[in-house]
């Protein structure tokens, strides 16, 4: 079946630390997007790559960063200059004319 | 730039009640609109989407919306809401063609026996 993983489902991160985020996807998408997700803010998008290769900022990118060397992959560190990192992210991808967007479960990020 | 206003953070309704949950945006350009589901820790599933046509657009699980282009609204709307229907709600909107998408804060309907 055709879709988006990311993993882990849930992550620990010491203060100070570095931590990467996978998502991977077999639905031949072009482009692919990182959202954080906080209790009553709604999603908002960190980083997206429309193309292998390319990436543009979102809203919030300061304290990630993101490559695209392939294009079923698109993995998000979050650095240590993130002050607030413990968040829901989503990533997801979506067709050439933008039509849908498909998430994937999501990955849980604690800061302790 | 295009927004999106969800203008009730929750909506508790009764079993098999009718529930409609507000959605209103802005934007100076033709628009595609979504609606999301999302149950607790978990990714987000597509619940109905207008791209062009009729206005009324019909989704799964019973679900339905209008896209009034006078009002900017895509309103969601369910004729009987069962307590599997609890979960958050999130409406959005793209310019399509790789344009990001801009999504609302969300509404969690509370569905109670």
């Known amino acids: 079946d055709g879709g988006i993983t990311q993993s882990p489902k849930y992550l620990f991160r010491k203060e100070g630390q570095n931590v990467t985020l996978s998502c991977e996807q077999n639905?031949?998408?072009?482009?692919m997007y990182w959202y954080r997700q906080d209790p009553g803010q709604g999603l908002r998008l960190i980083y997206y790559?429309?193309?292998?290769?390319?990436?543009q900022k979102g809203d919030i990118a300061e304290g990630y960063s993101v490559s695209r060397e392939k294009k079923e992959s698109f993995p998000l560190t979050v650095t240590s200059a993130q002050k607030n990192p413990t968040a829901f992210y989503l990533c997801?991808?979506?067709?050439?004319?933008?039509?849908?967007?498909?998430f994937g479960q999501g990955t849980r990020l604690t800061v302790v | 730039a295009q927004s999106v206003t969800q203008l009730d953070s929750q909506v508790p309704v009764f079993e098999e009640a009718p529930v409609e949950l507000r959605c209103n945006y802005s934007s100076s350009v033709s628009v595609y609109l979504f609606w999301y589901v999302q149950y607790p820790n978990q990714g987000l599933q597509l619940l109905l989407k207008?791209?062009?046509?009729?206005?009324l657009v019909k989704g799964i699980n019973g679900f339905e919306a209008e896209f009034n282009k006078s009002q900017t609204s895509f309103h969601l709307r369910k004729p009987s809401v069962h307590i599997s229907d609890t979960a958050e709600y999130f409406c959005a909107v793209s310019r399509g063609g790789f344009q990001k998408l801009v999504f609302g804060t969300g509404t969690r309907l509370l569905v109670s026996p």
């Open positions: 639905l031949n998408h072009d482009a």
């Open positions: 997801a991808s979506t067709t050439v004319a933008g039509q849908q967007a498909f």
């Open positions: 207008y791209l062009s046509g009729s206005t």
């Open positions: 790559s429309q193309i292998v290769n390319d990436f």
